[in-house]
Nanobody
Framework: QVHLVESGGGLVQAGGSLRLSCAAS????????MAWYRKAQGKRRELVSV???????HYADSVKGRFTISRDNAKTMLYLQMNSLKPEDTAVYYC?????????????WGQGTQVTVSS
């Protein structure tokens, strides 16, 4: 079983940057594609970015060119570098397997990390 712990969120002004981290326990991390999600208040959880086991990356149109996903398999860590932040990026950010929105089995959700972008 993989245990996920997200960190790195905070309050930042529009245009600022944050780097989110996701610490994953368990040996299954390196064998799986991983993803970042976010859930804004009153909205559904949305997929932000995916990184495959080979390092290929995919981004939601809303964050393309501003966010960068990366992983360190040796440390079982997932990262999300967020630049040029906008107020609409405000949400709780979570890491997990990419299939959550299609009903596929995912790891137990972590507590998430709150990102608040002020205008």
């Amino acid at each position: 079983q993989v245990h996920l712990v997200e960190s790195g969120g905070g309050l930042v002004q529009a245009g600022g940057s944050l780097r989110l981290s996701c610490a994953a326990s368990g040996s299954a991390f390196s064998a799986n594609d991983m993803a970042w999600y976010r859930k804004a208040q009153g909205k559904r959880r949305e997929l932000v970015s995916v990184i495959t086991t080979s390092g290929s990356t995919h981004y939601a149109d809303s964050v393309k060119g501003r966010f960068t996903i990366s992983r360190d398999n040796a440390k079982t860590m997932l990262y999300l570098q967020m630049n040029s932040l906008k107020p609409e990026d405000t949400a709780v950010y979570y890491c997990n397997l990419p299939g959550a929105l299609s009903g596929r089995t995912v790891f137990p959700w972590g507590q998430g990390t709150q990102v608040t972008v002020s205008s």
